[in-house]
């Protein structure tokens, strides 16, 4: 297992752990001066300083990035499929301008959730078939681009609204039905805070191996929980097992960037360097 | 498949559905009134009344019972199990008084939150390895009692205060491991609130069978879900593919009552008639 104590060099920021704070440009210069390696940004952050100006940025001040966020929502009603193809392809194309090193899925529930104006549905199975038709789809087209998918299993509580997959489990039956001679480029990206509580997470974690371990991000997760979406906590601070996390998927092979990403409401109402100081402390200490 | 829509005679209420509009001898009247069949108690209401009043009220209301609710919260620092093991027998021997068919589980999450006093602990696998011992300790007393216990796994949002079992297929494990020959006595409380997101559902149903289903309990999942605990919906009022969920379990050869177990600030402020016939409604026409 990697030692972290002593510096912060495989440290990366999902930006919407500063969305209330800065823009991306913002963002990307005080990860900068924090010495921060890398940063993992979202779509819309990246339209809001236009994708040129941010990938520009990222290149200017030296960074890495250790994903992008995000692809997805694939349950649609029929005549939307196109939309959502079109969308993702888009995705696509602007992580490979960024440099991503993969695209982060968030594959979408229910049609009425995943692409609103869909029709209403309470058939999990059949959104599950299309988000497995549309991984398989833009795999196609990812491959021509080079650029690797990493399907994030989403924690049980957002089956219905955000994401269908919702175990590493099933999130590597996609990938193996989908590749099934590991020929590459479709893998998972690993959030403690969705998979934590799995009794089948480190069994899971060693059979995905490092080939399908795209990326790993970390939080925690705090009791009570006030609010479903924005109520995060900070690494040290909830009821994960996070050393015991990291040891496992670090065994599994992953030698990448661990990248914190946490919604939260309290952290988005203070100052960003504080929060970015607090980042690398817990990196450091917890992680 | 059961049909449902000329009658309630497999309807249950579960008392929680309406603790705050009255006390349990008003509601055993209530539901007694309505023609429902049976209700589902738990321990702080019954206590609130007299364990032997309840006991009267509900022979006099000629009501069935569809379960008792709960036992449980095994997880605990050493100091504290003797404590664990009593609070638990204590319940069993209420539910036999009451003359329930089982005893409901929810087994504890981590020490702190299970039985608070305990030390922190982020050690999820070792609440798992108490639960099984606490379970199986009881397992012994219950059987003495003829009386059946039922896990009833939660959701994985609940991991780490409530229960630490979060699937249908964890908590079949524990019964296969603990009841190994299938003499009886043990087998699960299936709520559908927990278990709807599983993609294993299905299976998992077929393969707990008529001998391990002690319980089925229906409500929603309502998108949003504004309170973690306490925003559940009234069936049909989410995404929850009831009668799909009701086949199954039915085919596996569950034919016992159907309980409805609400936990909502919503439902909670309606008049408990009001609440009584929108269940009855819905009993018949969506579950």
Redesign the interface.
Known sequence: MREFSGDHRFLSINTATLRKQADLVGIIDACARAEIPAISPWRDQVAAVGLDRAARAVKDAGLALSGYCRGGMFSADPERLAEARDDNRRALDEAVTLGAPCLVLVVGG?PQ?SRPGSRPS???AAA?AMVEDGIGALLDYARGAQMPLAIEPL???Y???RA?V??LA?ALDLCDRLDPDRRGGLGIALDVYHV????ELSAQIARAGADRLLAYHVCD?L???RD?LNDRGMMGDG???LR?IRSEVEAAGYQGFVEVEIFSEDWWGQPMNQVLETCIARYRSVV
Do not use: E, G, K, S
């Open positions: 229910l959730f309470r058939d999990i599950r924690h049980p509580v089956a219905a609204d269908c919702n175990t099933h934590w509580w799995d009794p997760w009791v009570p929980t479903l009821v994960i097992a015991q």
